[in-house]
């Protein structure tokens, strides 16, 4: 006889969810809840300073939906181990009006976030090129508006970068690869990229955050107009391609790509990941980037 207040986890009506998947769901919420905690009370006290992120900046952009969710993102970049110079958010006044923000939000940008307007929205584009135009001498590092990124993410970038300081170098990546045939496969079926793996065929992906040291990337990689017309939901494959014709090298800094977590409920509405992966659009837009910028010969030189 069960005792009261029991219940079977099989007797369960099928709507509600098993006991695993609400101590699964409790631990998410408690990781989250003490994640803030942690990081409110570094951004009081300050972050030590830290000579490493010298000329670094960190970048992202947001939108008027995605706020509601964007405070933990944005504190787990304001309170790294190392410092950058500036954490800077890109936003389009005409997506916000006239510029009015979230009392938290503009108490952010008081004391340690730098607010970057720009006056048209370029989408996920302007989370790197209003910052490249304006430090141009700069290292950026970019971020998304919906990931919660671990206390030592910077700093693994700044010293991986140390050692490799003319390389564009990420957290997560995959290798783009071909059929028998000598055709492109689907972006859903690369594998994961390796450490080791340096040519033209590695492709980091934003999520994991992203290291650009000034001038790696092509001249042409500000061409919104062309950078919209070619690849209008996909900024990696942009920045990937300006990358590859400024001959820069790629790099994933760890054995295996890393897996961060995403901010409760900012995928509400859909992101752009179901967009290029669900519904194709990543391959229809690398090769016209492809095409375009005629690279196909350098996926097949030795070594790519």
Not at 34 to 39: D, E, I, N, T, W
Not at 56 to 73: K, M
Not at 101 to 107: F, I, N, Q, S, V
Request: net charge positive; aromatic share 8%; proline share 9%.
């Amino acid at each position: 006889m069960q005792a009261p207040g029991a219940y079977d986890a099989m007797s369960l009506p099928t709507q509600y969810p098993r006991p695993k998947a609400l101590r699964a769901a409790a631990s998410r919420r408690l990781c989250r809840a003490a994640y803030a905690s942690r990081a409110r009370a570094r951004l009081k006290l300050g972050a030590p300073p830290d000579q490493r992120a010298l000329g670094t900046v960190v970048s992202l952009t947001s939108y008027p939906a995605r706020l509601s969710s964007l405070r933990i993102p944005l504190l787990s970049l304001l309170t790294q181990t190392v410092t950058p110079d500036a954490v800077i958010l890109v936003l389009a006044e005409d997506e916000f009006g006239s510029r009015a923000l979230p009392p938290w939000l503009t108490k952010l940008a008081e004391e340690r976030l730098t607010v970057l307007w720009v006056q048209t929205n370029s989408r996920s584009y302007k989370k790197l090129i209003p910052v490249l135009k304006a430090y141009p001498d700069s290292t950026i590092v970019t971020a998304d508006d919906d990931t919660i990124y671990p206390p030592n993410w910077l700093e693994q970038l700044v010293d991986a970068s140390a050692l490799m300081p003319r390389s564009i170098l990420g957290h997560r990546g995959t290798t783009i690869t071909f059929t028998a045939e000598g055709d492109l496969r689907p972006y859903a079926a690369w594998p994961p990229a390796t450490r080791q793996a340096v040519g033209p065929t590695v492709f980091l992906t934003g999520v994991g955050g992203i290291l650009y040291p000034p001038y790696s990337l092509a001249p042409v990689v500000t061409d919104v107009e062309r950078a919209l017309r070619l690849c209008p939901t996909a900024d990696d494959i942009w920045f990937w391609a300006n990358a590859v014709l400024a001959g820069s090298r790629r790099q994933l800094i760890a054995d295996t790509p890393a897996e961060f977590p995403q901010a409760r409920n900012s995928q509400r509405g859909g992101n752009l990941m179901s967009v290029n992966i669900g519904s194709q659009a990543n391959d229809s837009q690398i090769r016209a980037v492809l095409d375009h910028f005629q690279l196909w010969p350098q996926l097949f030189e030795p070594g790519a």
